[in-house]
Nanobody, 121 residues
Framework: QVQLVESGGGLVQAGGSLRVSCAAS????????MGWYRQASGKQREVVAI???????NYADSVKGRFTISRDNAKNTVYLQMNSLKPEDTAVYYC???????????????WGQGTQVTVSS
C-alpha cells in the first residue's frame, strides 16, 4: 500500500505565504506525476498544480505567478509554495500521486487526506 501524508496547512492573512508538503511512503517503485488539488466549501475539487517526474509543471490560471510546485524525488515528496495568498485560495488542499508499486505494475492514483488552508481578509 501507498500512503500520502500532507502537512503545512494553516491560517494566514491575505498577502501571506504558506508551504504545504506531501510525502509518499509504502510500496513505491516509481512515481510519475504528482500534484496538488483543492476543494473549497460547496465547490468541486479543482487542480492547482501538477509536476511530472522530469520536473515539468502546469498551473491553474488562478495561481500562476503566485504558487510554485516542486518535488524531491529522493524523498518522494511534493511541495507547494503559496505566496500572495488571497481569501479565495481558502480550501482543503489534497496531494495526488501516480505511483507504480512494482516494476511490473501500472501507475495507480493515490490521494492524501487533505490539509486545510484558510486565508483571512
Amino acid at each position: 500500500q501507498v500512503q500520502l501524508v500532507e502537512s503545512g496547512g494553516g491560517l494566514v492573512q491575505a498577502g501571506g505565504s504558506l508551504r504545504v508538503s506531501c510525502a509518499a511512503s509504502g510500496s513505491i517503485f516509481s512515481i510519475h506525476n504528482m500534484g496538488w488539488y483543492r476543494q473549497a466549501s460547496g465547490k468541486q475539487r479543482e487542480v492547482v498544480a501538477i509536476i511530472t517526474s522530469g520536473g515539468s509543471t502546469n498551473y491553474a490560471d488562478s495561481v500562476k505567478g503566485r504558487f510554485t510546485i516542486s518535488r524531491d524525488n529522493a524523498k518522494n515528496t511534493v511541495y507547494l509554495q503559496m505566496n500572495s495568498l488571497k481569501p479565495e485560495d481558502t480550501a482543503v488542499y489534497y496531494c495526488n500521486a501516480a505511483v507504480a508499486p512494482t516494476g511490473n505494475s501500472a501507475y495507480i492514483s493515490y490521494w492524501g487526506q487533505g490539509t486545510q488552508v484558510t486565508v483571512s481578509s
